[in-house]
């Protein structure tokens, strides 16, 4: 019975939480597999710029470091930033998964060319330094918003009827205009619109929340988990330094709901 840990990459409240918590109806996981979403205890407002990566990052490494002393088989980020992967990979041996180097992969195995569809201008420098790190530029169609500012909390609920037509819309330009054989949700907050957009696309749709679940059962069940050479450990870990800094930043902050 795997338990993964699910990294929520805000200082969300029990009811943001239990949305982004949604995710998990839009996969079929096995009946003995469980779900814990956890959200960081400090962020930045948005992550839009380095300044903000790196606040993340933090956030998340500090929110996943117990996570295999607490018997968790698996870690998911909940971002497609992948914030935090790496340092977790070299400090736990339990699979540490993010959703946006995964999402662009499994992209390639159902075509030859991508198209990632963003929520807003803002976001297109985070999703294009992504496609660069992983070196995916020759592959990617195209990176598109449809320019809705986004709400981390709540992107679509209750709001349908004004979102999904501009999403189906900006991701048919990728299809049609930029050629692109696969399209991407370039959030995990999409998820609500996946089955719209899926049903109405000629091309497959990846959302990345519950591949990177699926993804985590697949790692457990074949015994494979990264490579400590690719992520090696520290010489010497500073758990407490790094919780001391969050415990004092959360207190700065208030502990806000961003």
Same mark, same amino acid.
């Given at each position: ?28 996981? @096995? ?21 903000? %990566?790196?606040? =993340? @990052? ?21 971002? =497609?930033? $992948?914030?935090? =992967?790496?340092? /977790? ?19 390639? #195995? ?8 963003? +929520? %807003? ?7 294009? !330094?992504?496609?660069?790190?992983? &070196?995916?530029?020759? +592959? *990617? ?9 986004? $709400?981390?909390?709540?992107?679509? @609920?209750?709001?349908?009827?004004? #979102? ?9 330009? *990728? ?10 949700? &370039?959030?995990?907050? =999409? ?5 719209? /957009? ?12 519950? /591949?990177?679940? !699926? ?22 870990? !500073? $758990? ?15 502990? !806000?709901?961003?």
């Amino acid at each position: 019975m795997p338990r993964i840990l699910v990294i929520n990459p805000f200082p969300l409240d029990e009811a943001g939480v239990a949305r982004r918590a949604a995710q998990g109806g839009h996969v079929a996981l @096995d009946p003995g597999t469980e779900l814990v979403f956890r959200p960081v205890r400090i962020g930045p407002t948005s992550f839009s710029s380095p300044h903000d %990566w790196l606040l =993340m @990052d933090l956030g998340i490494h500090e929110a996943g470091l117990s996570a295999e002393a607490e018997g968790f088989d698996a870690v998911v980020i909940d971002t =497609m930033s $992948d914030s935090g =992967m790496a340092a /977790l990979r070299s400090v736990l041996t339990i699979p540490v998964i993010g959703p946006g180097k995964a999402s662009l992969l499994h992209a390639l #195995t159902l075509g030859h060319r991508f198209s990632v569809l963003a +929520q %807003w201008k803002p976001a297109l420098p985070r999703y294009r !330094k992504v496609i660069r790190d992983f &070196g995916f530029e020759r +592959q *990617c169609a195209s990176v598109r918003s449809f320019d809705v500012e986004p $709400d981390f909390v709540n992107l679509t @609920d209750g709001k349908e009827d004004a #979102t999904f037509p501009i999403m189906l819309e900006t991701a048919r330009r *990728c299809v049609e205009e930029d050629g692109a054989d696969v399209v991407v949700l &370039g959030s995990t907050t =999409m998820h609500g619109a996946a089955a719209y /957009l899926a049903a109405h696309l000629p091309v497959p749709l990846v959302n990345p929340g519950p /591949l990177s679940y !699926k993804l985590a059962e697949t790692l457990l069940a074949l015994g494979l988990t990264h490579s400590r050479k690719a992520f090696p450990a520290p010489q010497v870990r !500073k $758990d407490a330094l790094v919780r001391r800094v969050v415990s004092r930043a959360a207190i700065f902050d208030g502990n !806000k709901i961003f």
